[in-house]
């Protein structure tokens, strides 16, 4: 049994410096934070020897790169997305206001939870705290999930003992924004609806009613109006080869531009240019900063 000297906080935020014995660092982690311990440092005390550089319980045992990786039994379809971040800030604070510690509260749901996404999340993150990360390191190794704000407000939260009102807050934050966000999406429906079929009529004239009405204005005589002849002008160039080849160049070039954007210069480069908009700019500000 080997013992190890600790430094950590309690959940009242004050600091604690003391040995426990363990078989291993993991099981010292663990008993730890089955305390209710937020642990700063762990170092192994070798039997007639100096104690040893303390090493941080944030450091993970593997390689930065593996910091996000998922259960092998989880899955392609199990990979969690921005979705789950909501439903896992509220799960964790249930159990976290029941006087259950951070890590063994991502311990239960890894366990307990059914739903693929979420509990490949849990588990994730439950590996990665077992190695010694503190929670909030822990989940910025799934940033696809939570953004950075969140875990840097969690990570102030671990060091001032006021994990559970971090996770409130952020809860509620994140509830208004999904609320918001689905009231726009409502509001905006019908008159999307309406752009969409006022298009679509516009385009069935043009190619379609258009050309078979031409040969009667011809037939008519005298000079056609400029309005009626843009139109005719307007109709041939849609049906024409050359309109063709324009409508896929424009949905070839809409869907490189939206594959652009899912890289991360791509991102940086059209939020720069959103937050410039007037009126657009600062309600993304305001959706986004904590």
């Not at 990979?79 to 311990?107: I, K, Q, W």
């Not at 490189?256 to 720069?272: H, K």
Request: a positive charge; proline letters at 6%; hydrophobic letters at 50%.
């Amino acid at each position: 049994m080997a013992r190890f000297a600790y430094t950590a906080r309690d959940r009242t935020g004050n600091a604690v410096t003391a040995d426990i014995e363990a078989p291993s660092r993991k099981d010292a982690l663990r008993v730890l934070a089955a305390r209710g311990l937020q642990v700063a440092s762990v170092a192994e005390l070798a039997a007639g020897a100096a104690p040893k550089k303390a090493k941080p319980a944030g450091t993970p045992a593997a390689p930065p790169a593996a910091a996000a990786r998922i259960p092998a039994s989880s899955g392609t379809a199990a990979v969690p997305t921005r979705r789950e971040c909501l439903p896992f800030l509220e799960a964790l604070h249930d159990l976290a206001t029941s006087g259950l510690s951070a890590g063994e509260a991502v311990r239960l749901l890894s366990v307990r939870i059914k739903e693929p996404r979420l509990r490949a999340l849990c588990g994730g993150i439950w590996e990665q705290i077992s190695e010694g990360a503190p929670l909030s390191r822990a989940m910025a190794g799934f940033p696809q999930v939570f953004e950075s704000s969140i875990t840097n407000l969690l990570q102030a939260g671990e060091a001032t003992g006021s994990v559970n009102d971090t996770l409130a807050r952020l809860i509620t934050h994140l509830t208004e924004q999904r609320e918001l966000r689905r009231q726009l999406l409502t509001a905006l429906a019908y008159p999307t609806f309406m752009v969409a079929v006022a298009f679509g009529v516009i385009l069935f004239f043009i190619t379609f009613l258009l050309p078979r009405l031409k040969t009667l204005l011809t037939s008519l005589g005298g000079k056609m109006p400029t309005s009626t002849s843009l139109l005719i002008s307007m109709s041939e160039f849609a049906t024409s080869l050359y309109g063709i080849a324009l409508l896929v160049a424009v949905v070839v070039g809409v869907i490189s531009f939206a594959g652009w954007r899912q890289t991360a210069a791509g991102r940086a480069a059209t939020d720069a240019w959103l937050l410039k908009v007037p009126l657009v700019g600062p309600f993304i500000v305001s959706q986004t900063v904590l």
